[in-house]
């Protein structure tokens, strides 16, 4: 994850005192407005779970006002406590974590929980509407939505929920992976009309579709998808592969069409924009694919001519986000990167720099790849609902300085009543409204720059930068290339 604080905003508090508020962006995206003194309480809280040794520096409280540097000085320590602590896997995936950013961004879009309709869709268009309250978690969504179509609740994480993108001309771009501290619901309004939130594969090894192959329902999910790629051009297939995918959809032979398409170039993958990279040469327009391990990148040398890199995730050293902004170009906005550090060879390093405004969903997705090898090679598996956590109350400060106990789902303590009478009813109708999915699921036919390390990574005392060290890293000798 990559959580960042670019800006301040001059805010008053009921006694027309003024304060310092800082807004908090996650993964690209703002996401909640908070003071130092709720950040304050937080890292409190985390002190007494973790204890001080685990956790990383904290700006200390001032008696005197700052000045201008000094509230610098405190925004930029604030942003590395924070990007420092959501890459602790036991911390990001806490209650108190998850809880203290979902009701951050409760009270920064001044939300009351009450049941609202969401829709959520498939790649093929295919809208599944839910009621959900406005403040339930990313996973308690899943979870309903799971319920809705009859899902096997061994395979609700099996897949995820994304927010997208529409352009004028009907395309779509995946913005992100919607985490778990966040509400869908507010997330998508925020974001704007524009936007929808998908259900996709969470996964990216293909070898997890035998896990779902046959459950009807999870065998539908994987059938959607795989044809909405091939349509979009995500996947690619010959002629003859066409054909036969296209008699095999024709008769409804669905495992089939799957196991047909697992064999195709870039099944499962995500597509993201055309962008630029400094690789075979400086400027070379590429569309990279992301997915099993890998990015691949398809240069375009020459007229008619496409060259194809393919970069495996565990050959990757380290990678980093930076901002940027090439003067000599006459550039005022600042443009994202991301460069990874590559063993070409043996003891031959390489830096590879993308420029692309999805630089931070491609780190999210090698991140996850990485991960994804990591749980694999310790014997891991993929969670379960009845893994998550029992629903526990959580102190939450907010911006004025009272308390407030709020549950896992956002609620305070005087809406718990409601939120749980709600969610009982919710599962009712969804229960009672289930229709058969299979009747449902059917496809709808860088010289000059200057340069500011943003990245979701840790810190390199060698070179004063941040970076992603790759835990999955491999070190290769000549004769495996």
Request: neutral net charge.
């Amino acid at each position: 994850m990559h959580f960042s604080i670019p800006d301040t905003q001059e805010l008053r508090d009921s006694s027309n005192a003024p304060y310092c508020a800082y807004n908090i962006h996650v993964n690209g995206v703002f996401h909640c407005t908070v003071r130092y003194r709720q950040l304050h309480n937080f890292y409190e809280q985390l002190k007494k779970e973790y204890g001080a040794n685990l956790l990383p520096v904290f700006p200390p409280k001032k008696i005197l006002p700052l000045t201008g540097n000094q509230k610098e000085e405190r925004k930029l320590m604030l942003e590395r406590f924070i990007q420092l602590i959501s890459q602790d896997a036991r911390i990001s995936n806490s209650e108190t974590f998850n809880s203290f950013f979902l009701a951050a961004q409760q009270e920064t879009e001044q939300e009351t929980p009450v049941e609202v309709e969401l829709d959520i869709y498939l790649m093929n268009g295919h809208k599944i509407p839910v009621t959900i309250m406005s403040t339930d978690q990313t996973d308690d969504v899943l979870e309903i939505v799971a319920q809705k179509i009859q899902l096997n609740e061994d395979f609700v994480f099996y897949f995820a929920l994304y927010l997208i993108k529409k352009d004028d001309d009907n395309e779509i771009s995946i913005v992100r992976k919607m985490q778990d501290f966040e509400s869908p619901y507010l997330s998508q309004r925020s974001a704007g009309p524009k936007h929808r939130i998908v259900v996709r594969k969470g996964y990216w090894d293909p070898v997890f579709d035998d896990h779902l192959i046959d459950d009807r329902i999870a065998m539908n999910l994987l059938y959607v998808q795989a044809i909405s790629d091939l349509e979009r051009g995500w996947t690619e297939a010959k002629k003859d592969t066409h054909r036969q995918l296209g008699s095999l959809q024709t008769k409804g032979s669905k495992k089939e069409y799957i196991m047909l398409a697992r064999t195709l170039k870039h099944y499962g993958y995500i597509q993201f924009k055309p962008c630029v990279v400094d690789y075979p040469t400086p400027g070379a327009r590429v569309i990279i694919n992301a997915g099993n391990k890998e990015l691949c990148m398809r240069v375009h040398v020459a007229k008619d001519q496409v060259r194809e890199a393919v970069f495996k995730v565990t050959r990757m050293r380290c990678w980093r986000i930076t901002t940027s902004i090439d003067k000599e170009m006459g550039d005022v906005d600042p443009h994202l990167e991301l460069a990874f550090e590559y063993l070409m060879s043996k003891d031959n390093l390489q830096w590879i720099t993308i420029v692309s405004d999805q630089s931070i969903l491609l780190s999210m997705c090698l991140q996850g790849m990485v991960d994804e090898l990591i749980m694999k090679k310790q014997g891991g598996r993929i969670r379960r609902p009845a893994d998550r956590p029992k629903q526990r109350h959580r102190s939450y400060m907010k911006r004025d300085g009272s308390m407030d106990m709020r549950n896992s789902s956002g609620a305070s303590n005087g809406d718990d009543e409601h939120h749980d009478e709600s969610a009982t009813s919710t599962a009712h109708r969804a229960l009672e409204s289930v229709k058969k999915l299979s009747d449902k699921l059917s496809s709808v036919s860088v010289v000059g720059r200057t340069t500011n390390t943003t990245a979701n990574t840790q810190p390199s005392p060698a070179k004063g930068k941040s970076f992603v060290e790759n835990d999955a890293f491999e070190g290769i000798g000549d004769d495996d290339l």
